[in-house]
């Protein structure tokens, strides 16, 4: 926190220059994101991550990106509640929740490249890893514009890791676990990152059923019999099209309560750094030297393309009425042509159609507003008979 503090007053210090991702990748810090469920523990996870990682001699700086928890149970360097205040953005710009959460995360991505500056400089002082908690509501991070950028970005600058954190009490249901994974399956082939998927809450219910159930098939269409449920056909069929991304997936077993599992989970991380150098490094550059390119490209002088300014904003004005409209129109009045050259044949074609179509219309009209009054007369004739008997 006292850090992040000291990074506010001297922002304007700040050298972007350090920044400049002509560099090419760094070897430190290896950026590791936790993501996962609402409730599946990844806060709870990162302050045991924090703790084990320190004793390994990893030194972690850590990075708290969720605006609406009350508290966290460690100590960060990096707070997005330092920066933007989640319930002001709800009262000011009338959000609900989830809405005040995607636009604090904006608020927060505008400041990228000061946040990979300070990541950069921890790396320069010694942290090894840099680990960042994510907001409770996991799409707000994977399906935003905003999470999009802070992934991307510290992927071309950090070695990145993403630990997909799952709660195997819930998952012991099989079609919860089928969502569970299809859900970690979008988020690695849209992140294009080494996964791991840590199985959390070891404590209370042993992980090997979810480790069966991703290497023996039959073992999870056993399950998967054992439950009555009309989903069943679907998840059968996935579960066929996830064995592919299994063979992909780092997983490991853990108690973020107890600490369980976390030395194992160390090495398996340390094992993921090197699949990033040896498999995802050089996508990364590529990514890194393309988006470069872009950058030197002059901007589009063509000002044909460059497309004319409108206004923002509810300014429209009532369209100038047309003298000749019947006051029945499907075209705003003003946008009615005026003159009508009148030795076009084809145009008086249109026009003749357009008279007829006009003329049917109107009659339709009369005639049904005709049949609403008679309807209306006998209404009122008969309420008057009622009365005289
Ligand atoms: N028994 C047990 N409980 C755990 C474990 N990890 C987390 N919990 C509990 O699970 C609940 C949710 O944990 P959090 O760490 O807040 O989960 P989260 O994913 O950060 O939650 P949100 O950010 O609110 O979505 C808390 O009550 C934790 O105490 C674990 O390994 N074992």
């Known amino acids: 926190m006292a850090e992040s503090a000291k990074a506010s007053t001297s922002a304007v210090d700040i050298n972007l ?191 090997s059923f979810v480790q069966e159930w991703m290497t023996d098939f039959e073992a999870y269409q056993d399950a998967l019999e054992q439950e009555q449920s009309f989903v069943n056909n679907l998840t059968r069929t996935m579960s066929l099209t996830l064995d592919t991304f299994y063979e992909n997936l780092t997983t490991c077993g853990v108690s973020a309560k107890t600490g369980v599992g976390f030395a194992q989970l160390i090495k398996h991380l340390l094992n993921l750094v090197v699949e990033y150098d040896k498999d995802y490094r050089p996508v990364y550059e590529k990514m890194r030297t393309e988006r470069l390119a872009e950058q030197q490209q002059p901007p589009a002088s063509n000002t044909d393309e460059a497309g004319s300014v409108i206004q923002l904003g509810l300014d429209l004005k009532d369209p100038t009425p047309n003298q000749n409209d019947n006051s029945v129109f499907l075209m705003a009045p003003g946008l009615v042509p005026q003159n009508v050259e009148q030795n076009d044949t084809e145009d008086m074609e249109d026009d003749g159609k357009t008279d007829l179509e006009e003329q049917n219309f109107q009659t339709f009209v009369h005639n049904r507003m005709s049949s609403q009054q008679n309807k209306r007369d006998k209404l009122i004739q008969e309420q008057q008979q009622s009365k005289t008997t």
């Open 17 to 207: 220059e350090g920044l400049s991702i002509t560099e090419g990748i760094r070897d430190a810090p290896v950026c590791i994101i936790v993501l996962g469920m609402a409730g599946s523990g990844k806060t709870t996870f990162t302050r045991s991550l924090i703790e084990h990682s320190s004793q390994g001699g990893f030194n972690p700086y850590v990075v708290n990106l969720d605006p609406a928890c009350r508290e966290v149970p460690y100590a960060a360097h990096i707070d997005i509640r330092d920066t933007v205040n989640y319930k002001e953005v709800m009262k000011q710009y009338q959000l609900g929740p989830n809405g005040g959460i995607v636009t604090a995360l904006n608020m927060f991505t505008t400041k990228m490249a000061k946040f990979a500056e300070l990541v950069r400089r921890a790396g320069e002082r010694g942290h090894k890893w840099c680990i960042i908690d994510t907001p409770g509501q996991i799409e707000v991070f994977t399906w935003s514009a905003s999470g999009n950028i802070i992934t991307e970005g510290l992927a071309t600058m950090f070695p990145t890791i993403i630990v997909y954190v799952m709660d195997v009490v819930r998952s012991a249901c099989p079609t919860t676990f089928m969502s569970n994974m299809l859900y970690a399956c979008s988020i690695l082939y849209k992140t294009r990152l080494p996964f791991l998927v840590a199985l959390n809450k070891i404590d209370l219910k042993d992980c």
